[in-house]
C-alpha cells in the first residue's frame, strides 16, 4: 500500500530528475553535435542506448513474464545485451564511416529514397506496438499505485505520456538521462538483491512457487498437472519452448540492431572505440537488471495470487491459503514488490525512477512515430496525389496526431490487456528487424549487389509474412518467418550479372 513517504520519495526523484535534466540541457548549445557524434564518452554512449532499453518493458515487463513462465522471462534483457554487443562489435565501425546521421539514410544512399519511404512507413508499425507496451507498462504503475480499474489506468496513462511530449519529456541523453538511469539500476538491484534474501536463493524461490500451485487449485487453473511441469515452467530457460523462447531474444538482438535510437547512441561516441566501449558496457550491465527483475516476478508468484486466480478459488470452495497476497494481475508484479517489499523511501525513488523512465520512452516513441505520419507518410502522399495544402499548421497537425496515435494504443491495449508486455516488445523489436536487417547490412558490407526494387519488396512481403505468422499463430517465432521470406526474396530479385550501380 502506498504511504506518504512513498509518494514524497517520488515526488523527490522526479523533481531531482527534472532539476538535472533542466540544468544540464542548458549547457548544451548545440544538439546536434551531440547526437551525431564528436563529443560523448563511454559511458554517455552507455546511458544514450540503456535510455531507451531499460524501460518499462525490461522491468515491470519481464518481472509480468517471470511471474507466469519464471526464469525464461531472462532472455527479454538477454536478447538486449547480445543486440548491444552485435551493434557495438559489427555495426559500429560501418555506420560511423557512411557518412550518414541514420539507419534509413544508409538504406536511401545506396537503394534510393522509396525504400527509405518504405522502411519508415513500416517503422510505424514496430514504434505502435511499442507505445502500447509503454502504456501498459505505465497502466501496471497506476494501477498499484492507486487501486484504480486497469480501464481508467490506461487512459490516465495516456494523457500522462501525452503531457510528456509536451512538456518535453525528461531528456534521456546527458545528465537527466545518467541519473535517472543510475537511480533506477540502484533500484532493481536492490529488488534482487532483497528478493534473494527474503525467498532465500533460488532454492528457496523455486521451492515457494511449487508449495503454492501444490497445495491449491492454481496448478490445474495455469495448466499444470505435476511437480515436474511446474518445475519446467518455472525453472527452464525455454519453459515456452525453444523456437519461442529463442525466437524471442533473436528478435530483440536484431531489432536493437536495426533501431535508430540505438544507433544515434553509437554515432554519438567521440570515437570508433568509445563508442563500441559503451555498447559494451551495456551488454554486461542489461542482463543484471534482467536478472533482478525475473527474480522479483518468481518471488511475486511463490507469495501472491492474481484476483482472476483468487475469484477461480474461491468458486471452487478453496480459501486463501494463509500469508498470500492479491494482486490485480501480473502486469503488478514488479510494483507490488516495490510498494510491499522494500522500504518505504527506496520504494518511492524506485517509483519515481520507473514512472519517468516509462513516461520519457512513451512520449518519445509517440512523437516518433507522429513526426513520421505527418511529414513523411501525409507529406509526401499528399504532394504525390495532389491534395490542396492542409488548413492547419504542421504543429497543429502534430499535436492532433499525438492525440490520436495515443487514443488508438490505449484502445488497442486494453483489447489485448491480456497480452505480455515483453511479448509486444519481442513482436516490436522483430519487425524492425524484418523490415531492416537485410536492406542495412547488404548496404554496408555488400554494396552494388541488389537493386531498390529487390530491397522495396522484401521489406514489405518480410513484414506482411512476420504479421500474417503471429496472426495465425503458426509455431515458432513469427520473426523466423519474416526473416526468411525477406531474405528469400532479395536474394531472388538479386540480378548476379552484375553490380548495381547508384547514381
Not at 111 to 122: F, N, P, Q, V
Not at 276 to 290: H, S, T
Not at 451 to 460: F, L
Request: hydrophobic share 50%.
Amino acid at each position: 500500500m502506498i504511504t506518504p513517504i512513498h509518494i514524497i520519495g517520488i515526488l523527490l526523484t522526479v523533481g531531482l530528475l527534472l532539476f538535472v535534466s533542466i540544468h544540464s540541457g542548458r549547457k548544451v548549445k548545440d544538439a546536434k553535435a551531440f547526437t551525431t557524434g564528436g563529443r560523448a564518452g563511454s559511458w554517455m554512449v552507455c546511458g544514450a542506448i540503456l535510455g531507451t532499453l531499460v524501460g518499462g518493458q525490461s522491468t515491470i515487463g519481464t518481472a509480468q513474464l517471470a511471474f507466469s513462465y519464471g526464469i525464461s522471462a531472462w532472455w527479454f534483457t538477454i536478447g538486449a545485451a547480445l543486440g548491444a554487443l552485435v551493434l557495438s562489435l559489427v555495426y559500429a565501425g560501418p555506420i560511423r564511416r557512411s557518412g550518414c546521421t541514420t539507419l534509413l539514410e544508409i538504406v536511401a544512399k545506396e537503394y534510393g529514397r522509396k525504400a527509405e519511404t518504405i522502411g519508415s512507413t513500416l517503422f510505424l508499425i514496430g514504434i505502435f506496438i511499442s507505445i502500447m507496451a509503454q502504456v501498459l507498462s505505465s497502466s501496471a504503475m497506476v494501477t498499484s499505485l492507486f487501486h484504480i480499474p486497469l480501464t481508467w489506468a490506461a487512459v490516465i496513462s495516456g494523457v500522462l505520456i501525452m503531457l510528456f511530449v509536451l512538456f518535453g519529456g525528461i531528456q534521456s541523453a546527458g545528465a537527466g538521462g545518467i541519473v535517472k538511469l543510475v537511480l533506477l539500476y540502484i533500484s532493481c538491484i536492490t529488488a534482487g538483491v532483497v528478493v534473494w534474501h527474503l525467498g532465500k536463493g533460488l532454492t528457496g524461490i523455486n521451492h515457494d512457487i511449487e508449495t503454492l500451485n501444490a497445495s491449491s487449485p492454481l496448478c490445474q487453473l495455469n495448466g499444470l498437472t505435476d511437480i515436474e511441469s511446474i518445475h519446467h515452467r518455472y525453472g527452464s530457460m525455454v519453459a515456452r519452448g525453444p523456437l519461442k523462447d529463442i525466437g524471442g531474444c533473436l528478435s530483440l538482438m536484431l531489432g536493437v540492431v536495426t533501431t535508430q535510437t540505438y544507433a544515434q547512441g553509437i554515432w554519438s561516441g567521440a570515437s570508433t572505440a568509445k563508442a563500441r566501449r559503451g555498447g559494451l558496457y551495456c551488454a554486461f550491465l542489461i542482463p543484471l537488471i534482467g536478472a533482478a527483475c525475473t527474480l522479483v516476478g518468481m518471488y511475486m508468484r511463490g507469495h501472491y495470487v492474481t484476483t482472476a486466480e483468487l475469484t477461480a478459488m474461491q468458486a471452487a470452495g478453496e480459501l486463501l491459503p494463509e500469508g498470500i497476497g492479491v494482486i490485480q494481475s501480473s502486469l503488478e508484479a514488479f510494483p507490488a514488490f516495490v510498494l510491499g517489499h522494500l522500504p518505504a523511501w527506496l520504494g518511492g525513488i524506485a517509483l519515481g525512477a520507473m514512472l519517468v523512465n516509462i513516461m520519457g520512452c512513451g512520449s518519445g516513441l509517440v512523437l516518433g512515430a507522429s513526426t513520421i505520419l505527418v511529414r513523411d507518410v501525409y507529406g509526401n502522399l499528399a504532394a504525390k496525389l495532389g491534395w490542396a495544402k492542409p488548413t492547419h499548421s504542421q504543429l497543429t497537425q502534430t499535436r492532433l496526431t499525438i492525440a490520436g496515435l495515443l487514443a488508438l494504443a490505449v484502445v488497442i491495449a486494453l483489447s489485448v490487456k491480456g497480452t505480455f508486455i515483453n511479448d509486444l516488445g519481442f513482436l516490436s523489436l522483430g519487425l524492425r528487424a524484418v523490415a531492416l536487417l537485410f536492406p542495412l547490412s547488404f548496404a554496408l558490407f555488400l554494396p552494388g549487389r541488389f537493386s531498390a526494387r529487390a530491397v522495396g519488396s522484401a521489406m514489405i512481403t518480410g513484414t506482411a509474412v512476420m504479421l500474417l505468422a503471429k496472426s495465425l499463430s503458426l509455431p515458432a517465432d513469427p520473426v523466423y518467418y519474416g526473416l526468411g521470406a525477406s531474405l528469400l526474396l532479395m536474394l531472388v530479385l538479386r540480378n548476379p550479372s552484375q553490380r548495381v550501380v547508384r547514381k
